[in-house]
T-cell receptor, first 113, second 113 residues
Framework: EAQVTQNPRYLITVTGKKLTVTCSQN?????MSWYRQDPGLGLRQIYYSMNVEVTDKGDVPEGYKVSRKEKRNFPLILESPSPNQTSLYFC????????????FGPGTRLLVL | EDQVTQSPEALRLQEGESSSLNCSYT??????LFWYRQDPGKGPEFLFTLYSAGEEKEKERLKATLTKKESFLHITAPKPEDSATYLCAVQTYSGGGADGLTFGKGTHLIIQP
């Protein structure tokens, strides 16, 4: 089954404790992206990757890092999480870019205390 | 700054009562406009992509249209299972030639039996 998976689905952590949210897709997609969704603000793009070793900033990249060492994986790293990073995070992928159909993962709900 | 505004924020309809959702945009260079559906607790699900004014696309009870300033998602004879939040997003040319994607805040649609 074609899908985008994220882990963990729920995470409670404390300020400053480094964490990684994993994202994996099994569709051989080139384009992958991370979004955060907050009430009243909608979905905002954090980072995206056009292909292996190619990443770029979205609208709200501050406080986040990403890497794309393999085509299927695109982890999101929070080096020193802060409470304002409490949010619902989605990973998405598409065949070759935004113009293609994007498939979203199930989401990761993060609470930073 | 690119802006996407969706209206209304919420809409309650009776089953079978047709209506339209609006997505107006102010962007520097539109590459594409997307419609997604999002169910509670899930990631967005792709519905349509529109690229040029005058373009229309249909899927079951949904029809999306595009003008130079806005897009409409028409829902004909809706059923309760059409209840969801509908998101509009625009793909734009951002600085450096990279793609940007800006989402609206969504319209929360409820179809009552």
């Amino acid at each position: 089954e074609a899908q985008v998976t994220q882990n963990p689905r729920y995470l409670i952590t404390v300020t400053g404790k480094k964490l990684t949210v994993t994202c994996s897709q099994n569709m051989n997609h080139e384009y992958m992206s991370w979004y955060r969704q907050d009430p009243g603000l909608g979905l905002r793009q954090i980072y995206y990757s056009m292909n292996v070793e190619v990443t770029d900033k979205g609208d709200v990249p501050e406080g986040y890092k990403v890497s794309r060492k393999e085509k299927r994986n695109f982890p999101l790293i929070l080096e020193s999480p802060s409470p304002n990073q409490t949010s619902l995070y989605f990973c998405a992928s598409s065949l070759s870019g935004l113009g293609e159909t994007q498939y979203f993962g199930p989401g990761t709900r993060l609470l930073v205390l | 700054e690119d802006q996407v505004t969706q209206s209304p924020e919420a809409l309650r309809l009776q089953e079978g009562e047709s209506s339209s959702l609006n997505c107006s945009y102010t962007v520097s260079g539109l590459r594409g406009l997307f419609w997604y559906r999002q169910d509670p607790g899930k990631g967005p699900e792709f519905l349509f992509t529109l690229y040029s004014a005058g373009e229309e696309k249909e899927k079951e009870r949904l029809k999306a249209t595009l003008t130079k300033k806005e897009s409409f998602l028409h829902i004909t004879a809706p059923k309760p299972e059409d209840s969801a939040t509908y998101l509009c997003a625009v793909q734009t040319y951002s600085g450096g030639g990279a793609d940007g994607l800006t989402f609206g805040k969504g319209t929360h649609l409820i179809i009552q039996p």
